[in-house]
């Protein structure tokens, strides 16, 4: 094997991102878990004030920390009924900061991002569990455009800040209620199999502390970043840091879905990204300054993406309820322990924020970096897409070996589910068919079916049977 086929090899994605796979009925479960997080911007207060000695945004962070906590230990037969109550609650208490005078707002936002925090919670059990990868994809991207509109319009333009802070609030929270209370009976009953702890959650057994605590740690400390460094000494400025997180979606849009490529080079390029935006803002003029914010909230928005894509994948392919408690509770971990950690840094380096910023991101990105073959290993060579294998279907077990020996000895760079399809097209096996056994949708079999004919140079059904033998 080249070097440049190696490297194409190292990158080469076993995802099916294919819009075709966005099922439109779903499309409330698609935008709950964005809207709930949406949801936690809802503040109406200065967020750079001090009460006990602690910042208020790392308050507000310890107790979204603990809302998380509740789902850690909450039975998954009750979760949709408590993201309505939570939901009612949030109403009451968002229409309070809005009613109440400034010097009571504080308590009363720190109890609203307490329920948020479960509802963000119950919202991502439906996220994993009821979605495919490029349903929550799509849930993902939402939610960075938002983050972008609230960075490069909704804080740069002080008249449309006023708005969003008040009714615009409101409004957003009504179409919340109104959205948790649609789920159909079909997703009330959603149910996780907790013995279902065979064969997948081996494959993945190491691969949850690559996702969930180092890649999710790694990109929570340097997201944190931005609340020390966006009030102190304006060294972040709003409107490129939002224009950086749209960018981050046009990338990811082209990588992965238009390209077809790895998660590994999102990943990559969100440590670049923000290392080298953090590097520039370092730099005391006004060009720099803006320009390392673009960069940084470019590097910010595919962090976010791509971490939570994959321990979504992860959670889903687990079936596993304990596995979505175990990233509950590591999400309290964090906001709890690891801001507050982070919190005494910045406190006795009170006098250089950007430095200790840049400092920490450097460390972070550095034992990435060193460590990136076995990320790549046990990690992003793992397939995160719904479905069976025919590995792991007996049956099709001599099928499956005959396509890998097929796509070996003829180099035809069969990815790994297209030498499942190529299998079944062996067996003259219809492509609904087809997918049903794989438990995917016809579109994605469609779409492999076509990718294997363009491999070996042929257009018909005809023209394989000719070239392969039928296996009966």
């Not at 809207?35 to 009460?51: G, Q, Y």
């Not at 009976?185 to 065979?198: F, L």
């Not at 982070?342 to 924020?353: D, I, R």
């Amino acid at each position: 094997m080249s070097v440049i086929s190696a490297i194409k090899g190292f990158f080469h994605t076993r995802d099916e991102l294919s819009l075709g796979n966005i099922r439109k009925e779903l499309w409330a479960v698609i935008i709950i878990f964005p809207m709930s997080v949406i949801l936690a911007n809802m503040r109406h207060f200065d967020l750079n004030i001090e009460f006990a000695g602690f910042q208020s945004f790392e308050l507000m962070l310890y107790l979204w920390g603990f809302g998380w906590l509740v789902l850690a230990l909450f039975p998954k037969r009750f979760i949709i009924f408590l993201l309505r109550i939570a939901a009612v609650i949030c109403a009451i208490l968002l229409l309070l900061q809005i009613l109440f005078t400034a010097d009571i707002r504080l308590s009363v936002f720190m109890a609203y991002m307490f329920f948020n925090g479960i509802c963000c919670a119950c919202a991502f059990f439906l996220f994993c569990f009821s979605l495919n990868n490029v349903e929550r994809m799509a849930g993902i991207i939402l939610l960075i455009f938002y983050h972008s509109l609230d960075y490069a319009v909704f804080k740069t333009f002080a008249a449309i800040q006023k708005i969003y802070e008040t009714w615009f609030g409101i409004a957003v929270m009504v179409f919340y209620l109104v959205l948790v209370f649609l789920f159909n009976k079909k997703t009330e009953e959603i149910i996780i199999d907790d013995n279902k702890n065979t064969k997948t959650i081996q494959d993945i057994k190491e691969a949850k502390a690559g996702i969930i605590i180092l890649l999710h740690i790694v990109y929570f400390s340097s997201m944190l970043m931005i609340h020390y460094l966006e009030p102190a000494e304006n060294i972040i400025f709003s409107l490129p840091y939002g224009l950086g997180q749209f960018t981050s979606i046009i990338f990811t849009v082209l990588v992965m879905v238009l390209l077809n490529r790895n998660p590994l080079y999102i990943w990559l390029s969100f440590l670049v990204f923000t290392l080298f935006g953090l590097s520039i803002v370092n730099y005391e003029s006004t060009a720099a300054r803006f320009l390392g914010s673009l960069i940084f909230g470019t590097g910010d928005g595919l962090g976010y993406i791509i971490v939570i894509y994959l321990c979504a994948g992860a959670i889903k392919k687990s079936k596993s309820i304990k596995m979505y408690r175990l990233y509950c509770f590591i999400l309290f971990i964090e906001y709890v322990f690891i801001s507050g950690i982070l919190s005494k840094v910045f406190n006795y380096f009170a006098e250089s924020t950007h430095t200790v910023a840049f400092i920490i991101v450097l460390a972070l990105c550095s034992i990435c970096f060193l460590i990136l073959p076995y990320l790549q290993k046990k990690l992003f060579s793992e397939d995160w897409t719904d479905g069976l294998s025919l590995a792991d279907i007996p049956e099709y077990v001599p099928a499956l070996e005959q396509a890998h020996k097929a796509d070996k000895e003829d180099n035809l760079g069969l990815t790994p589910r297209e030498k499942d399809v190529f299998a079944l097209l062996m067996q003259n096996m219809p492509l609904k068919t087809i997918a049903l056994e794989l438990g995917i949708t016809f579109n994605t079999v469609n779409s492999h079916y076509r990718s294997i004919y363009r491999k070996l140079g042929i257009t018909s059904k005809g023209e394989l049977f000719l070239k392969y033998k039928i296996i009966n």
